[in-house]
């Protein structure tokens, strides 16, 4: 199986890249802006590395020559930081939409089945938040593929760019198999947490990356972890190897992936972002044996000053994962607490810290 991988060096596509070379019958083509995570691959037999940009002019050239040897394309090459939604709008939207629907039309002229990497994003805000209910009816918060209504807020609140740019290419990805029998799959990530998981601040580089990283900066800067807007936000968390094991299910079970889209989470892992900070700073405790990290400051801050104007969360991402279970005979196994043991005994390790 010869597979074409967009964003082999990021999170999701260097685990997935150390998952299908353990195996010998991938040659995986990978094209990535960098190689940091991945350059221990470089000399494989089976993996083949063009570092570009996928859609520069001259790269998008030999990009459309390559696609003609694979048998499916793999999608995860994004801009995906919500610090970036509202303060480059223009790049989000060019790099989840504009740029991106390219590759859509080669896969769709050439005959060649798209993984795409879309996001829960898209689902926005929960209807319970707009009526109020506290979460007392299922059917208002519970996201489901090919029911729940994709709700988003105004135009001036720029943080929907990228949930908005991914919807969009979702709905061309769909369009291209209504007209032109394309065959898609598309995967809706919950939350993936793990080693490897964007840059730690203040140690890996600058600047402000998903939550998890600067959870853990706060704690390795000896800073406060800050709470957006009080922490309330909800999300279920999902192991990177959970996530790893639904994606290679899906590109080996063409039979019943084809064609459809798929949440990946895990609906036995919700915390709310307070709870989040909570845990990360009890595991810190445990693995320094220090209780004063259960005191380490955790303090609330507006998200117009954490992340500028015009920023606005999802409340609550609780999706039904019925569809993957039983499609891919798949299940959510690793639960919150060991996630989080496991990632950041990783960055402890990886920076002599433990
Ligand atoms: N990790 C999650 O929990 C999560 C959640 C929702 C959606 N997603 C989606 O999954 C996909 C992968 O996410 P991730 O967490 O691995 O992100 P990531 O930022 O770690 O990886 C993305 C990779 O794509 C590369 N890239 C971006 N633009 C490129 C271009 N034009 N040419 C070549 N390479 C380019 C980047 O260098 C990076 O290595 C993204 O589409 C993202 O929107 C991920």
Redesign the pocket.
């Known amino acids: 199986m010869i597979i074409l991988l967009?964003?082999?060096?990021?999170?999701?596509?260097s685990h997935l890249l150390t998952r299908l070379l353990k195996k010998d019958n991938y040659r995986i083509f990978g094209?990535?802006?960098?190689s940091k995570?991945i350059d221990h691959f470089l000399p494989s037999k089976n993996f083949y590395f063009t570092q570009?940009?996928?859609?520069a002019k001259d790269s998008f050239e030999s990009l459309k020559k390559q696609i003609t040897d694979v048998d499916m394309v793999i999608?995860?090459?994004?801009?995906?930081?919500p610090a970036m939604y509202n303060t480059r709008p223009l790049d989000v939207i060019k790099?989840?939409f504009l740029?991106v629907h390219q590759i859509v039309d080669l896969c769709a002229t050439h005959g060649k089945w798209l993984i795409h990497?879309?996001?829960?994003?898209i689902y926005g805000r929960t209807l319970s938040s707009y009526y109020n209910d506290n979460y007392a009816d299922k059917s208002l918060y519970i996201l489901k593929e090919d029911q729940t209504p994709l709700v988003m807020g105004p135009i001036r609140n720029q943080r929907w760019s990228?949930a908005c740019a991914?919807q969009l290419l979702e709905r061309y990805i769909y369009a291209h198999h209504y007209e032109n029998s394309l065959d898609f799959t598309i995967i809706?990530?919950?939350?993936?947490?793990g080693p490897e998981?964007?840059y730690i601040p203040g140690i890996e580089g600058d600047g402000t990356p998903?939550v998890l990283a600067c959870f853990l900066g706060a704690l390795l800067n000896n800073e406060p972890m800050y709470l957006v807007d009080g922490g309330r936000a909800r999300r279920t968390i999902?192991s990177i190897h959970d996530a790893i094991d639904a994606i290679e299910k899906i590109i080996e079970r063409p039979g019943v992936s084809k064609n459809k889209i798929y949440n990946i989470g895990n609906v036995n892992n919700e915390v709310s972002m307070k709870e989040l900070a909570e845990k990360m700073r009890s595991i810190f405790a445990k693995l320094y044996d220090n209780a004063d990290y259960l005191n380490h400051p955790i303090e609330e801050m507006d998200s117009k000053i954490f992340y500028g104007e015009g920023y606005e969360d999802c409340d609550r991402r609780m999706p039904d994962i019925s569809l993957a279970m039983n499609d891919l005979d798949w299940s959510p196994k690793i639960l919150i607490n060991d996630i989080l043991e496991e990632t950041i005994r990783y960055y402890l390790k990886k920076h002599n810290k433990l």
């Not at 990497?117 to 994003?121: I, Y």
């Open positions: 967009l964003g082999c060096s990021g999170f999701i596509g094209w990535d802006l960098e995570k570009a940009d996928v859609l999608n995860l090459a994004a801009i995906c930081n790099s989840n740029d990497a879309s996001t829960s994003e990228y991914k809706r990530p919950l939350n993936f947490f998981m964007d998903r999902t």
